[in-house]
């Protein structure tokens, strides 16, 4: 049954274990005429990258990408974009200790009982490793979404709580969020989430994180009605993402606390265009774009590879336990700024090519 | 464009405008006999039925529901299932004051700006009048469920919160969810909400809601790897409901709170069955269905059909003001428990499909 | 598992059964704005209509379409148009002596074999009956074209060969085509083939016919690379009707007997505008329409129903035999003709709307 | 819009032009536990690959595949299967002569009407070479079909006619299909044949020819109804082969001069199991396989490249001619049997996921 591929319009594929020779994906739909080479790929995946910080994983990739058809004399043909980057860290390690258990929290168990063989090289095909190639693509549908929205949009994302801290929105500063290791907007966290990761880390543990997106310089009516809204297609976009376990839009779960009153964003006409009082919505109405900022969040959950040990049992269905030794994320939230970076970019300019 | 089906291997279509002559869906991939009567889909309509209690629009409808086709001698064929119901109350009512305005939190302005043409009467097919049809997939997925699952699967949605009052967990009791206008597990809050909607009510204003499903009976396996998880299928169905803002897998948004120690499901065997000792993922790993309960959340924003008047304009860009009058669910979140159910059965049933 | 829509960007669902209580379909991802009522598609309707002439079934059906949904005040709304036809002929019927035989040459056996159970009055859900709804669409897709493309756009089908008689093309004349029962643009084949259709009725058989499509108008540049090509689309429409057994685009199998030296179209300008100097190709070429007249032929095989008593088995496999009595067209391939033309009208309407 | 893909269930993906770093697909769908290595791929491309003959192209191609993921010690996983050929012959070429004009009977002049830009070596996107990924994709279906299917299943292309000169089907021979340049059936006819194509090649011209597919072993069953249609599906596939010009089943074309009482496959139960007496219908009714030998065939035109100086227009819109010097197939329906092999492998392994 086919699952790995993403979008209507402007659909994306991607393949490769965490392990294997290689991950890749092949781009199809994108329109022909836009300038690309690896050079607008490129610098997505250097911000997405393994190794960067000591609050992320220590995994070696240089992460290198290679455009391998769709373009000519650096243009798309509009044709099929193949993408490639070879891994370098697949061959080094031993995984005799954890080859026949299922680590809790990761998809061990369940690809096992799925599919009855299990590629257990750093969870092959589950591994977050995939999500590079989503980098990619996102940084493919900036492009698409700079054609064909006259608008400069602008898509930022930003770490907004690890574990118990929240940034203080007062303190938003867009410009600070790529100066620091943590996609934080708000500098004076900065020293807290230091603290509190760290402690996770000697503690054998790790941490969750909320992360949100905001897309700037959006025309009203991007979306469609009733099963393809944008907003629901964003949900699905976020939910794909590992470790994700939910997804709001504009107020989201706290509209709960908000009452029809202050909730409805009103509007008015301003220098002769329809403007909103108020953003409560997040910038869509059913299913369409308004013209206003589009806001979305979700939250990622703690990584599930800790140095704790935990109970588990093995494929030969006998209890035993595991602590998952190496290099991983102790807050696996961080690295997937760039993610859902890309999750709404590619769910936009699919929906951008429906439009236009 | 298309969007006005969903599923993949089960899938349905829905048509039909709230002012219409009818609504209707048209399932297809419904395998073959399997007993299906107008008599297993009538009763998950009583139950979404307007007017029902007083906390809820005063609409009447009777909505009967009828097969035209897909059917033999009372059983499914394998071939589409045609499902019709005629509007009773669609021509009665005088839409000259909203004609040209644009209701704040509907889609009365994207879809104007989106299609250059707009069904007015109670908000064509952006009503939550289409959800009707939902109901009706909803209770032939079951069917499918039924078919396909050697287990009982139950599928049991209630209302958590409204507004600012919650549940208490520890009051929780199934049967009672069906005895109260609110669709609320826990007997003693029964009150406070009363109160609470009909302050909100006599304010000219409306609550918003939190809605919580789960899915006890479900096999291991259910689901597809990166691009079609069931959490994701899931998300993406919830989101397409009117006035969801929000949704979230296991402990969800909570998650952040969470340690990596703390948050994984550790696994044991128990009487030679894999078990899993806590359930913070809501029954989904990578995407694929553990054997334990699947838990969801979506959150409801408050009715934004509401008596006060607010700020708006019309299409002519012109600055005005509206008051929704006449018959609205002071919180329209009650409504869309059957809704949210029937959404995770057609995802459940679809993915059944893929698995067996 | 789906399989009763067509389409991508515009899409329908067909429903119902020969002999159920309605046809219909919902076609989803017309354009806002386009004028349409039923008066727009009865006309085609009336031409497919069984009891027309001698030379079709005498079954009497109305066959008057109803609009459900998606327009409003006469024009389309963007969302889901849904029609039905209800089913006049439905009860009359005796069919104890087919019940459980499986009628050779039909999909009586299959059907049983893949479902279990069947429809096996007037064969149900395989029954040419669906293709009223087809001529629906087709009309519908007739406006989106009109509305899509500047040029006046001509689809006209007619009958080139029944049993052994060919037309000759140089009698062609597209006025005769709608003044004769057989589609015949060529006037002079007309006693003839009167003679022979009442040969094989008298004989208790039937005749095959191949029908030439021609769409004169489309621009340059409809259809999409590789496996979205418009002659692979329209080749599968086409496939998809009842008892047709064969496709072909432009030359079709007659290239076999053309030199690449005859065979390509030369190009040159020609004031100013690149065109062709003949067209082997059918006005496509790589899937991409050149501009040309666009050309298709399909084959339908002999009736299978006929009064001639065959060899069969019944649904509990022993030997048996059948005459299938009563009102079948001698040559199916006569009412083929305008849902040939709907076939490749929905294939071009779903291509404008990728292309412009 | 994409359009590079085919398959619902299995389905696969092809990038890559005739000229650039390499050519690829990617298979999604593929069940896990199926023994796969390049081993039960390249046998298959060997078939296909140029310049085996001095009957078909001459360029030098070691077709080289890889499996880059999908696989894990020698089986596959369920996750994609990415394949990959580097080009070794993609730079030598100068094409300065037609780099601006468009090759007539080849879609140089669509594209570039389409997409304003076009990759002018050895027709980039649109040239055969595409289909070596085909006949790999074909490979893998062959190893889905045979885990699906208990009977041994066999497809077996054979040419059947180039230009005038059709095989007798009295001589046909299996066994010597492989054991000839011309994958046909009938020793007698070669010499015919190698003399017809050396006076095309001489002449400066080339010569169409048509294929037949025989599948044997596959169940009754396979196929659904009204739009999936097992033979619509391969009359799809086929159809989008370059320079494919039709297709048709069983009696095909030439049913039109069959009777209804002649055409109809009359059954009989012989050790105690449903039999045909004939098989005019090819093994599908109602598009769903009979039990019986499916039967297709489909034309391929002359070669367009041609040495032969035609007339054309250059992308200035100004007039010019054409003579496409070097390395072409006289006849490139020769290399098309292996890949008509492969699209109806791949329609069968989908068709026998929705089934089995």
Known sequence: MTSNSIGKIFN?????????????????????NIKLTE???????????PGQSKYTTQRKEKDIVEILSGTFEGKTTGHPISLIIYNQDHRSKDYSNIKNKFRPGHADYTYWIKYGIRDYRGGGRSSARETAMRVAAGAVARKIIEKKIKNKVKI???????????INYKNWDDNFILKNDFW????????TWEKDINNARKNGSSLGAIIEIRVKGLPAGLGEPIYEKIDSDIAKALMTINAVKGVEIGNGFNSVYESGITNVDEMKIKNGKP???SNNNGGILGGITTGQDLICRFVVKPTSSILSVKKTINDKM????????GRHDPCVGIRAVPVGEAMVATTIADHCLRYL
């Open 39 to 49: 050079k607008d790929i490129q610098p997505y995946l250097e911000k997405r990258k």
């Open 275 to 277: 403007t909103f009082l």
């Open 12 to 32: 994306y594929i991607t393949w490769g274990e965490s392990h294997g020779k290689a991950i890749g994906c092949v781009l199809d739909g994108v329109p022909s």
């Open 318 to 325: 006998k209890d035993t336990t595991i602590s998952t030794k």
């Open 156 to 166: 930022t994302g930003a770490l907004i709580q690890i574990g118990t801290q929240k």
């Open 184 to 191: 934080s907007p708000d500098k004076k966290i900065i020293k």
